[in-house]
Structures are given as C-alpha cells and as structure tokens.
C-alpha cells in the first residue's frame, strides 16, 4: 500500500519512527506543508532555514518531496486522496497550535475514510509523560530532570532510511529564501550530524567549564537542527557518557523537554505568566519605553555585554544562552519592559526559536515561569560580563567600537580615562537605580525570593 508522511519538526531520514511504520507499510509520500499560519509569523532567519532544511531533506530523497503551501485541513486529505492512501503518518507535535491543527487534520481525514497515524515526538520522552507521585506535572527543573532520567528513552530508530518513495504528485516547490542579514548554520541533517560529530571531538570534553564563555566556541550549536528536527535528541544522547561533561550536556537537552512539558500542560504560558501572582506587575510603556526598547533591540543600550548579545543576534541570528539570560535581564528588570515584548523580538531574530523554550527561558528570568526567584535574577550586566567575557574579547568581536579597549576594562567603558570611545552610546539608565525599582516593584506585589 501507500502511505503519506507528513514532516514537520522532523525533517531528516535517519531515527525517525513514523517514517519508519510508513516505510514498513509501502511507498511513502513525502510531504511537507508551508502552513501560513506557522509561516507567516516565523521572522526571515527562521523562514530561510526551514527552506534551506528543506532543500536538504529534498537532495537526500533524490528530489521526491512533495510540497505544498496552504491549510493542511485541506491539503493532506487532499494528497491522502490523490496518492490513494488510506493513513498519513506524522509525528505528534505536542505545541498548543499543532494538537489543534492535528485534531482538524484528523477529523477531515476520517470524513474521507482516511486515519492519521502520530508516532515519535521531537523529544527524547514525550510532554506530559513525567508527572509527580501525585499525578501533577513538574514545576522545578531538578526534580523533573530526576525523573527524566529515571524515565529514559528508547533507543535510536535504525531503519527510517530505507522508504521506498512514491513519485507522480505535483509540489508547488520550495520558495525562494527571504532575505536575510544575518549568517545563519549550514542546514539540513547532514549539517546537523556533523556538528555533532565536530562536538563530540573535543569541545564536549570541557563543556561544563566552557560552556558559559561566550568567547569560546564551546557549546554545541545544535539548537537550529533540534528545532527543525534534523536531529533527534535520542541521537545525541544515545552518544553520550558518564564524564560531568556528558552529564551538563544531558542536562541541557532535559531544559528543552521541561520546557515542552510545561507548555503541554499550560498552553497559555506560551503568551502569560505562569505565576498568576505576577500578571500584576508594573512595566513600562510608551514613548520612552519605546525608544528604550529600539535602543536594547539594537546592541546601544551602553552596557556593553548587552550590546554585543544584541549585535550578535542580529548577526548570527543565534545568542549564546548565558547572553540570553543577561540581555534578557536587562530588558525586564533594567528597563521595566514586558518579558513578552523581548520574547518576540527574539522568536521574530533566532533562527532557533522555539515556542516553549524561548518563551519559557524568558519567564525564567522575568521570574514569573518555573522556578521563580525574581530577587536573584537582576543579573548585573558588568559583574556578568567580567565573570564570563573576563577578556572582553566576546564584546570586542560584536562591538568594534571598544576594540580598542584592552582586557575587562571593555565592559565598562564610561570609566576609561579618555572617556567612552567615539561612536558608542552612553549608558541608557544606571542599573544600580534600576535595580532598587525592580526591587520595590516586586515587593509590592509581595513575590517571595
């Protein structure tokens, strides 16, 4: 018989389960969908990645996928008939928007006498599979990740790559990338796997140590092929030991599955704060905080850290996450700016966005998600940039007006005898001032540290 996969956060060949129950069915379909309603909103990085992914995934079945543009309630009952298939095979997405869809999907295929088959998720443990003794879900990191481990994971698929592609349906094409300032990974899952194996090499062996140096290039760089699914993170952990190093890189993956299993069981933390306690929080807006805004969103806030955490995600399209968390920090408790305002900056820049960790990442911070401790996370942009860029050669690279400025002398410029360097702003605000207020504004509503 013949079956449709319809790809989506997988695009790749190899530890894919639905494609391989399609594979063991007959030919397959190979399908993708440009969903208007994922697509439109996806800032350009994004959009030319998943094309360039895209592009891959086509030259590795010998350019049989099938794509097409529009709402899959329509489309894939529609290619299901078309290619006579009596089951689409997909895997379970688990985001507030995919169950919808999916629902939809299934409905409009059952109408026609059609089933959709999800099998494997972008995860390594399915969200919603990990709960409590008392049947809740986790809201703390360490004790999910205990159970997490305790949990595990089966091992990688090995025989996804192996479809006997179907041939003869019409594909609208991959469009053309939009245009994109920023310089962005090479795509696909061969890029992926070599990454990883570059990773494994050597960087890995010090991960733990490195890992929080954004000068260094010592973190993985995977999270744009994880948020495609050009690799699984079965994958990755399927190749790692017991050496701390290992370990630190294990617990990073288990951020990204925390994060997933917190939004399947609050799909509106995607937009809100989690901590109810926190929807009364006093932010700022208007004109000044608007021009404060444009001036965080473009690396001249004058705190040079945060400068060159913003350069370079306008740059890489990529933030180092130690970065994240201090730019982050800068713009809810220096500024006094809505955490939802600088998610979306962010998904609109990162060619990794992703709803749940971006999203989440940022409540962290703002103190108003998981693990909440507002007090202790009005991260101070100059002791940060010391402790991690201690010879500031990270802002020198993003930001060539202080490239003059030797050592950490750099993350605070405003001290230098002959004055701040031409052509870089003065400081914004003073956070030591910024701090007392973000104090007091938690305190009023009574948030415990």
Not at 92 to 101: E, M, Q, V
Not at 129 to 147: E, Q, S
Not at 206 to 232: M, N, Q, V
């Amino acid at each position: 018989m013949t079956s449709v996969l319809w790809f989506r956060r997988d695009l790749r060949l190899a530890d894919h389960l639905a494609l391989a129950h399609a594979a063991g069915e007959g030919r397959v379909v190979p399908l993708f969908v440009l969903d208007p309603a994922l697509l439109n909103p996806a800032g350009a990085p994004r959009a030319a990645f998943l094309f360039r992914c895209l592009r891959a995934l086509d030259d590795s079945m010998g350019g049989r996928l099938v794509v097409r543009t529009g709402d899959p309630v329509a489309v894939i009952p529609a290619i299901a008939a078309a290619a006579d298939a009596s089951r689409v095979h997909a895997s379970w997405d688990g985001g507030p928007y995919g169950n919808a869809r999916d629902d939809k999907v299934a409905a409009a295929l059952g109408a026609a006498g059609q089933e959709l088959s999800l099998l494997g998720t972008p995860y390594a443990v399915p969200p919603g599979d990990i709960l409590k003794n008392d049947g809740t879900p986790f809201k703390v990191f360490t004790p999910f990740y205990r159970a997490w481990g305790a949990h595990g994971w089966g091992d990688p698929v090995r025989d996804s790559v192996h479809a006997r592609w179907a041939e003869g349906l019409r594909s609208d094409g991959i469009p053309v990338d939009p245009p994109v300032a920023a310089t962005l990974p090479p795509a696909g899952e061969a890029a992926a796997l070599a990454r990883l194996d570059a990773f494994l090499a050597g960087p890995v062996d010090d991960y733990a140590e490195r890992r929080d140096r954004p000068a260094d290039d010592a973190t993985t760089r995977l999270s744009p092929y994880l948020k495609y699914g050009c690799i699984h993170p079965r994958t990755i952990l399927a190749r790692l030991g017991r050496s701390k190093d290992h370990e630190k890189l294990r617990s990073e993956l288990a951020w990204r599955e925390f994060y997933a299993d917190v939004l399947w069981h609050t799909p509106a933390s995607a937009r809100q704060s989690l901590q109810p306690a926190m929807a009364g929080m006093k932010v700022d807006s208007g004109k000044k905080a608007d021009e404060r805004f444009e001036a965080w969103a473009h690396g001249r806030t004058g705190y040079p850290m945060v400068d060159a955490g913003m350069r370079q995600l306008l740059g890489e399209a990529w933030v180092h996450n130690r970065v994240r968390m201090i730019v982050a920090s800068f713009l809810v408790k220096d500024l006094h700016i809505d955490w939802t305002r600088g998610a979306r900056w962010f998904l609109r820049h990162l060619v990794d966005g992703d709803l749940a960790s971006n999203n989440h990442g940022w409540q962290w911070v703002a103190g108003t998600g998981t693990d909440p401790a507002p007090y202790f996370r009005i991260f101070n942009p100059v002791t940060q940039g010391k402790e991690h860029d201690p010879e500031g050669d990270y802002v020198r690279r993003w930001v060539p007006e202080l490239a003059g400025v030797g050592g950490p002398a750099v993350h605070e410029p405003w001290k230098l005898a002959d004055g701040v360097p031409a052509g870089y702003p003065d400081r914004i605000v003073d956070h030591a001032a910024e701090r007392t207020e973000a104090l007091a504004r938690y305190k009023s509503l009574k948030v415990e540290a």
